[in-house]
């Protein structure tokens, strides 16, 4: 028998990645003696950094500016001159839920982002991977952009106040002390393929998950065409078009045009990062998985993002999910590339309860798994 590879993304608001695949091999190994290799994932949001210091980063940890200027504890992870910045970290929503603040859809800003990604430098990354999502702020990355030295005024020349809503009074856009990073390679870790503005763009599908009205929304939108009008002119190039343009309230537009970032599929690259394709040799069964198995799953997200790579690995290995809760039909799961899910709603029906104490559960999912995939050892 050979091991069993755990890769699955977070619980979101109950386990991180790392816990998971904790309670899955605890839950294996008191089933039946098995070797386990554990490799947390994540999808460039939430979690993005956990994931890459299971696979050998450095967490570097400091102080930034939060979404709403307040000082926060930020971190990234670095490596051998690659750094993983999770935006997140620095102007994520959970920040700000987790404080009790109250929800800023006009004001949040994208600075911290720009702080962590000029430290990751000051330590020697020569490639930044950015991991973009979950974010509280819909500013364009005009607040990361400030934080790599420009300055964005207003027709009285006074510097612009932070975050989306103000970006309307954008008249001027001073880049003589923007920060040269062209020495250094950035990539987009996103699975968000919105242009910038318009119906599906940042402000018109995301602001209102920040907590943006409809006449928040109006306004957004109209400061994001402003920032894109005077951005794009002061550097002679355009990205407010460009898949994930939109992503992260527009960071992905941004980093687009000042920092000629790549997009990339955000697990595709985090798999990459951890060298997922070498620890799927000699597996006998592959275990993904996150909180909830939905749609949105189906859109590239963490656990389809592994079942892609065992997928085009040689020779086959069986994949199953495991989540808190499931609205995926069978043909669903089989088309996404996954043999069966087992949702921690089977054994124990109340939602509540699950969330509040998914190890156990997540123990008893991992017996059932080992009995239906797993061969005894004689």
């Known amino acids: 028998m050979g091991h069993v590879l755990i890769a699955p993304d977070k619980f979101k608001g109950t386990l991180t990645a790392s816990e998971v695949a904790a309670h899955v091999a605890a839950g294996l190994n008191a089933a039946m003696a098995v070797r386990t290799v554990s490799v947390p994932v994540a999808d460039g949001g939430d979690g993005t950094v956990d994931a890459a210091v299971a696979a050998g980063y450095r967490r570097v940890e400091l102080g930034v500016r939060g979404p709403t200027g307040k000082a926060v504890t930020a971190a990234f992870a670095l490596l051998d001159g690659t750094a993983v910045v999770e935006a997140a970290q620095a102007c994520g929503l959970a920040l700000l839920r987790r404080s009790g603040a109250q929800l800023a859809p006009l004001t949040a800003s994208s600075r911290g982002v720009g702080e962590l990604i000029l430290a990751a430098v000051r330590m020697g990354a020569k490639k930044v991977i950015i991991g973009i999502g979950g974010t509280a702020s819909t500013d364009g990355g005009a607040g990361l952009v400030t934080a790599l030295g420009a300055t964005l005024r207003d027709a009285h020349a006074n510097e612009l106040p932070s975050g989306g809503g103000a970006l309307s009074s954008l008249r001027s856009l001073d880049l003589t002390r923007l920060r040269d990073l062209s020495g250094v390679e950035f990539l987009l ?24 009205s409809a006449a928040d929304v109006a306004v957004l939108e109209q400061g994001l065409a402003r920032w894109a009008d005077v951005a794009e002119a002061a550097t002679g190039k355009s990205a407010r078009d460009l898949p994930g343009a939109g992503a992260a309230g527009g960071i992905g537009f941004a980093a687009q045009l000042f920092l000629a970032a790549q997009v990339r599929p955000g697990i595709a690259l985090l798999l990459e990062m951890a060298a997922f394709e070498r620890h799927l040799d000699g597996a006998d069964l592959v275990i993904t998985g996150e909180g909830s198995l939905d749609e949105q799953t189906l859109r590239g997200k963490a656990p389809v993002g592994v079942a892609r790579a065992v997928a085009a690995h040689d020779p086959a290995v069986p994949v199953v999910a495991v989540a808190g809760v499931s609205s995926l039909s069978p043909a669903q799961l089989r088309e996404a590339g996954l043999q069966a899910a087992y949702v921690l709603t089977d054994v124990e029906p109340d939602v509540a309860t699950c969330c509040a104490n998914p190890g156990p559960l997540l123990e008893q999912l991992a017996g059932r798994i080992a009995a239906d995939w797993l061969t005894p050892r004689r």
């Open 189 to 212: 870790a996103s699975d968000v393929n919105n242009a910038l503005l318009g119906p599906a763009g940042a402000a018109a599908v995301y602001a209102p998950q920040k907590g943006a």
